[in-house]
């Protein structure tokens, strides 16, 4: 709880991956995937960031979010981190749009002869909806 009483962060466990969703402030919804063995797999580090993405969707969806910004955060078995974001031209709330646009950064920016401890990705520029929206929104 914060000074106000009301919560910054609500972690949460899916499927063996720890996750947190940030509340208040710069909203943004978002998953950390930690791994007690380090990634090299490149199938197996797209089926993570497909699992964390579809996550990251059905909170959005639940809460009645659009999003315009998608980020990824890889971390690297020395602990060296980069962080990647796109930006979209338009809102959307399509999982698909989020896990390729995910798999794109992965794509362009992984390091494939590096070990893998963290991946993270994380939605931003949030608008919460009512109603129906219409494909030019």
Known sequence: LDEAGGYQA???VVDG???????????FLGY???FS?????????IRII???????HAKAEKRKYWFKTV?????????ET????TTLRLLTCQRQQLCDEAQRLRQRHLLHDRHIRL??????NLQHVTGQQTLFA
């Open 10 to 12: 609500l972690h949460v």
């Open 17 to 27: 991956w720890r996750g947190q969703v940030e509340l208040g402030g710069d909203l």
């Open 32 to 34: 950390p995937g930690v």
């Open 37 to 45: 063995n380090d990634l090299q797999d490149e199938n197996e580090i």
């Open 50 to 56: 497909n699992l964390l993405a579809t996550k990251i």
């Open 71 to 79: 980020t990824v955060k890889i971390r690297y078995d020395n602990f």
């Open 82 to 85: 980069h962080t990647y974001s």
């Open 119 to 124: 991946i993270g990705i994380k939605i931003t």
